[in-house]
T-cell receptor
């Protein structure tokens, strides 16, 4: 099992819909979880971080974390064409050390059509 | 402006010709890292550095070298590039990453697109 897995997509939703992006991770004791957005040809940029179980909302974005299920998701409400991008899930994972490394999923490509 | 600067942004080279991709950050970050991004494979870590003179291998270090002589700079060296190193490379930095309380947020450079013929 890869350290971080995302639903491969591509995901296509109409403008105004809710886009749901999912991510699972392998390390049960991971504590830090991030969602990055990457436009084509550009560098990733952070859009959400979450550290505790439950939901965290920031504008149209909601991150959901369930540590028992080793699952983190990103919901985008009222999706806009400008949300069309690749979304990368990143998880801090420890490997035989007290320090962790950040592992990225392969990304889910989202297209929002007008 | 707080940023990570990579150079060159684009490079076409030939097999075996040594090259260096520079990376510099102005945020006094301890942690720096190099990633390569290939279609369908996502971001894969090449090397990372926790601080000056402290570097370690990531998941795909073969064919690459790094050094961290100064806190702000973290160059990526390809001693003898091969076509399988054709990729999009990103440098990133953060305040100390990997503590028990959670990793800090990565700031990425704009990327360097390398083609090896």
């Amino acid at each position: 099992q890869k350290e971080v897995e995302q639903n491969s997509g591509p995901l296509s939703v109409p403008e105004g819909a809710i886009a749901s992006l999912n991510c699972t991770y392998s390390d049960r004791v991971s504590q830090s979880f991030f969602w990055y957005r990457q436009y084509s040809g550009k560098s990733p940029e952070l859009i959400m971080s979450i550290y505790s179980n439950g939901d965290k909302e920031d504008g149209r974005f909601t991150a959901q974390l369930n540590k028992a299920s080793q699952y983190v998701s990103l919901l985008i409400r009222d999706s806009q064409p400008s949300d069309s991008a690749t979304y990368l899930c990143a998880v801090n994972i420890r490997r035989g050390s007290t320090l962790g490394r950040l592992y990225f999923g392969r990304g889910t490509q989202l297209t929002v059509w007008p | 402006e707080a940023q990570v600067t990579q150079n060159p942004r684009y490079l076409i080279t030939v097999t075996g010709k040594k090259l260096t991709v520079t990376c510099s950050q102005n945020m006094n970050h301890e942690y720096m890292s190099w990633y390569r991004q290939d279609p369908g494979l996502g971001l894969r870590q090449i090397y990372y550095s926790m601080n000056v003179e402290v570097t370690d291998k990531g998941d795909v270090p073969e064919g690459y070298k790094v050094s961290r002589k100064e806190k702000r700079n973290f160059p990526l060296i390809l001693e003898s590039p091969s076509p399988n190193q054709t990729s999009l490379y990103f440098c990133a930095s953060s305040l100390f990453e990997g503590s028990r309380s959670g990793a800090n947020v990565l700031t990425f450079g704009a990327g360097s697109r390398l083609t090896v013929l």
